[in-house]
């Protein structure tokens, strides 16, 4: 990459206080009683308009925008209708009057949710209930005093809850980042810390999320081949022990498989991140965005697509990477269909083999997309930073001189580090890791 950029890194670390005062939980009583009248309030009051089905020409082709008549949910948001309700419930309101005002935000934004998810067909038309014991916090309600590392939160004029994180396990790992609006439960309260930094863009990555594997590539490196097996075998073994305590009808036996498949996937995602970001310095890494995905290809989505989302977590796999690391997303149309040297569209793509019929390269599949998916994120950038419409990056004999060399990370799941082991001879300019299973050391991840 010619010329190197900037790309701000932000980071948000949760990190819980416990708290035993009578009087946060009589707060968050009154917090989520007050969160669901106002959602009531907010129900009662949807206006539910017609959509009309409707098709448009695009291109030469007749394009579905609305399949069918739907009766949509519009939200009430006037100011008068807004300023009724803060109104209605200042009148037994026992604390600070900006509670009122969070509480009216959070039920915006529950409602919210549940229309984009209703919109999708993702939720029925049912209001939606608070179940869990929370309340949020709003920064007006919060003083920050990052020398003392104290929160002093304003129940009541006068009457404040304080809170501190000097001398907690993660004091150390929070130096200098910024406190953001708290959630308090009824034993804790929750504090996000958030940091933001320039980091110097000297890499670029194109990761293609499989089943079984995430292939990367980036020039100076060559191919990246993670091998997701163990996540997947371990995935397996609790699917058939959850299968038999359920069909042996042993509800508290299931439960705890579910909980300890959960940690240690978590553990394994956690240590993923962890090995990219400290074998890749520097790095954005590009994700396929799997929302667009989706909602594009809900119906026709091929085989081999519905297939690695089934058991591996990819959703929560690029969170997780993008709180430790740059990431970037793009759009998966045709990432595994185009030819990385000539750029030819190929109808349909099957096996593992990608064979282009114009200009003969044939190639594994992922890495195909791992090149495409690079390739797209720096046309979109150019595009954006000339502000004019390219005609296409250009397509290059990139791919056969990286071919030549392949870095395989794995991650151990249940040892304490990941492990990076490298099979083939690999020699790129400034690696970091050389020889055969060389160890990441441990991170805390949280
Ligand atoms: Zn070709």
Known sequence: ?????????????????????????????????????????????????????????????????????????????????????????????????????????????????????????????????????????????????????TIRITLKPGEYLSISWKSTWFEHRVRGWAVGEVI??????????????????????????????????????????????????????????????????????????????????????????AGLRSLFSNTVHVFEDLDKEDMINRKKRRKNRRKRNARTPWKRIHRKVSEAALTAYVDPRNTSRECPRCGYVVETQEGQIFECPRCGLKMNRHKVASINIRRKYLEEKRRKERKTRMRGFPHSYEPEEAMKVELWVGVTPSGRSPMIRIPMKWDPEGGEAKGRGLNIKQHQAQ
């Open 1 to 149: 990459m010619q010329g190197n950029s900037l790309k701000t890194l932000k980071q948000v670390r949760m990190y819980p206080i416990p708290v035993s005062d009578s009087r946060v939980s009589e707060l968050i009583t009154w917090y989520i009683r007050t969160l669901q009248r106002a959602i009531d309030i907010i129900w009662e009051n949807i206006e539910w308009k017609y959509r009309f089905p409707r098709v448009e020409r695009r291109k030469r082709k007749q394009v579905v925008i609305i399949p069918y008549k739907l009766k949509v949910p519009e939200l009430p948001k006037s100011r008068s209708f807004k300023k009724r309700l803060r109104d209605e419930f200042l009148l037994d309101c026992p604390y600070a009057r900006h509670w009122v005002d969070v509480v009216i935000r959070t039920a915006y934004s529950v409602m919210e949710n549940w229309r984009k998810r209703y919109l999708r067909g993702r939720a029925r038309k049912i209001k939606p209930r608070i179940r869990r014991r929370f309340a949020r916090c709003k920064i007006t309600l919060m003083k920050i005093d990052y020398e003392s590392k």
């Open 184 to 273: 308090i439960k009824d034993d804790r309260i929750v504090i996000p810390f958030k940091s933001s930094k320039e980091v110097e863009v000297r890499k670029v990555i194109g990761w293609d999320s499989n089943e079984l594997s995430l292939d990367g590539y980036e020039p100076s490196i060559g191919f990246i081949h993670v091998d997701l097996k163990p996540l997947q075998s371990m995935k397996i073994v609790y699917e058939r022990k959850k299968a038999i305590a359920q069909r042996e009808g042993r509800r508290e036996l299931y439960e705890k498989y579910v909980r300890r498949e959960r940690n240690r996937e978590k553990d394994f995602i956690n240590k993923l991140s």
